[in-house]
């Protein structure tokens, strides 16, 4: 008996899991999916064997719902439509396949139209009014499913980046014209005159329509502007009537990056060279900030933006050497007035350890370079400072 204790005891230790991922983890993990499977199976036997009973009627209504009443009538177009796509794949030449596709568009098309106008629609012993369903608030949908559809058709041979852009831009107008048919087309059929009180009713459907198409015109574009101004949604436009800015986050401005890649490039230019050709340097600030920003534009990304984009640079007077280097937006901004950014930098002379003490001091002086973060932006354009630049450089 001891023996059988001392056994069960070590086979439940042995059961108990280590850690997380153990084998003993996986055991009890199946052992308590097996016994709710297993229960929710004992349940749901019975009545999953009553309802095999029940499939061959299942099919019954099925066949009676997608069997057309007539001819014409949209089952008869949606098989039609069904038969002419499995017809497209049989044709080797990619032309043919397209044209027989596109021939099955134009049957589904018309077909989902005349099921959305259905208002008793009888499905397991059910009845539906589709064109009820579809009606929210007094406005018929159909038209703008119907509409969607056709645009798919029209502009699903245009490339991927315009495709979208396209089909949403003509979407409204082309859906209420579908809406509007109607009015004109009287028993016959044969065309009508819209009574006078329905045609206020079909000036405000289409500029309804191209109002929002004008809105997602307004929004591929704003994006269009944001791939190539990125620093616009940096700006301040709590006063927009129609940009809302969703993402809280701060922004970095383009101009940090060029400031940034500016204090590289004058580290590179002027950091360990000699203190009097620094001097020359600066007293030719105008030309080398030319020079350093030509560099400077072929090391960041490139996009249209970087064209709205000056570097200045100036020297602060009566000092041995602050300069400040600013980055000038001169694109459009929420002001008008633009603004800049600015990086001080501090240009002083060391000694040069790797020349020989022999040499006389003023050959032995070398230029370091040390930058400070940007600063926030300033509005405006800074001033011309044209003299500034070099009061500051001794001769």
Request: charged share 15%.
């Amino acid at each position: 008996m001891e023996n059988i204790l001392s056994f069960l005891g070590q086979l439940i230790s042995s059961l108990i899991p280590p850690s997380l991922l153990s084998w003993q983890t996986f055991f009890w993990l199946g052992v308590f999916i097996f016994f709710f499977v297993n229960l929710g199976f004992n349940l749901a036997i019975r009545q999953f064997f009553l309802s095999l009973l029940s499939i061959d009627e299942i099919f019954k209504q099925l066949r009676k719902t997608l069997t057309p009443p007539k001819p014409d009538s949209w089952q008869t177009l949606l098989w039609i439509s069904i038969f002419s796509w499995a017809m497209s794949l049989l044709p080797a030449r990619e032309w043919m396949q397209g044209f027989i596709a596109t021939c099955a568009w134009f049957f589904l098309i018309p077909g989902i139209h005349w099921f959305m106008h259905e208002e008793k629609f009888k499905v397991f012993d059910l009845t539906l009014n589709i064109k009820k369903g579809l009606t929210i608030g007094g406005l018929y949908l159909a038209p703008w499913i119907t509409g969607a559809l056709i645009c798919t058709l029209l502009f699903s041979g245009l490339p991927e980046e315009e495709r979208t852009r396209i089909a949403l831009l003509s979407w409204p107008p082309i859906s209420a014209v579908i809406a509007a048919l109607p009015k004109f087309i009287g028993i016959g059929p044969k065309y009508k005159t819209p009574k006078p009180e329905a045609r206020q009713d079909l000036v405000i459907l289409l500029l309804s329509n191209l109002l929002l198409s004008c809105w997602f015109q307004l929004f591929f574009l704003t994006q269009s502007w944001l791939v190539d101004y990125p620093s616009l949604i940096t700006e301040d436009l709590s006063k927009s009537a129609f940009v809302i800015k969703f993402v809280n986050n701060p922004t970095e401005s383009r101009g940090v990056t060029i400031l940034d890649q500016a204090e590289v490039v004058l580290k590179e230019q002027l950091d360990g060279r000699s203190w009097s050709q620094v001097e020359r340097w600066l007293l030719e600030l105008e030309p080398q900030m030319q020079q350093l920003e030509d560099v400077v534009m072929t090391r960041i990304s490139p996009v249209k933006e970087n064209s709205l984009w000056g570097l200045q640079g100036q020297v602060l007077p009566r000092t041995e050497y602050q300069m400040q280097m600013m980055a000038v937006w001169q694109g459009p901004s929420a002001d008008g007035t633009g603004y800049y950014l600015m990086k001080p930098c501090q240009i002083t002379r060391v000694p040069d350890t790797r020349r020989s003490i022999a040499r006389t001091v003023a050959s032995t002086q070398i230029a370091r370079v040390t930058c400070d973060a940007v600063t926030d932006p300033t509005a405006g354009q800074p001033g011309d400072g044209g003299g500034m630049m070099s009061e500051g450089v001794k001769e």
